[in-house]
T-cell receptor, first 115, second 115 residues
């Protein structure tokens, strides 16, 4: 049971390049989230999904797209990377119920540097 | 609007001292959840506690305790007899209880415990 995994762990991009971050969870969770963490800003929600085939915008969605074609995977895409997207990206998942003091489970993070 | 404020950016204490991390929140929801997460220097996010808005009982877990006061919209976290391993960034977060689609994080408090 690996929990939430993220690929890659670290990436350097040039401005204008594209890339996809992969999040995978093996807990059969319905809900999945993508956050970015910047110094002094805490975590901010980019996009989220409440089930396979559904996605919705969070607090800071501009410049990102997402897809949830399979329940266990949530992909975050950057079509044309900008230096402002340099950040640490966290994926999270949780069950659809709030029983037993359930919470989100986070992946280890992906560090992205855009030059 | 939903908002979480952690006014203390950085705190330093000497080992074995007690320390309280403040969290003040704003929400228009009548039912909501509050969370604390720990982010050690290794970078992962570790879940500490979830508190339901309808349960104002304080909670203790070992050296950790949480004081939830609805009247002041606060959910403070106290570490008793701090240890070097407690050095980390601590985040407070808020979510509505019905959809739980969006989590709102504070900007975090960086705690350094000096040996």
């Amino acid at each position: 049971n690996a929990g939430v995994t993220q690929t890659p762990k670290f990436r350097v991009l040039k401005t204008g390049q594209s890339m996809t971050l992969l999040c995978a969870q093996d807990m059969n969770h319905e809900y999945m989230y993508w956050y970015r963490q910047d110094p002094g800003m805490g975590l901010r929600l980019i996009h989220y999904s409440v089930g396979e085939g559904t996605t919705a915008k969070g607090e800071v969605p501009d410049g990102y797209n997402v897809s949830r074609l399979k329940k266990q995977n949530f992909l975050l895409g950057l079509e044309s990377a900008a230096p402002s997207q340099t950040s640490v990206y966290f994926c999270a998942s949780r069950d659809s119920s709030w029983l037993n003091k359930e919470t989100q489970y986070f992946g280890p993070g992906t560090r992205l540097l855009v030059l | 609007a939903q908002k979480v404020t952690q006014a203390q950016t950085e705190i330093s204490v000497v080992e074995k001292e007690d320390v309280t991390l403040d969290c003040v929140y704003e929400t228009r929801d009548t039912t909501y959840y509050l969370f604390w997460y720990k982010q050690p220097p290794s970078g992962e996010l570790v879940f500490l506690i979830r508190r339901n808005s309808f349960d104002e009982q304080n909670e203790i877990s070992g050296r950790y305790s949480w004081n939830f006061q609805k009247s002041t919209s606060s959910f403070n976290f106290t570490i008793t007899a701090s240890q070097v391993v407690d050095s980390a960034v601590y985040f407070c977060a808020l979510s509505d209880a019905f959809t739980g689609n969006q989590f709102y994080f504070g900007t975090g408090t960086s705690l350094t415990v000096i040996p």
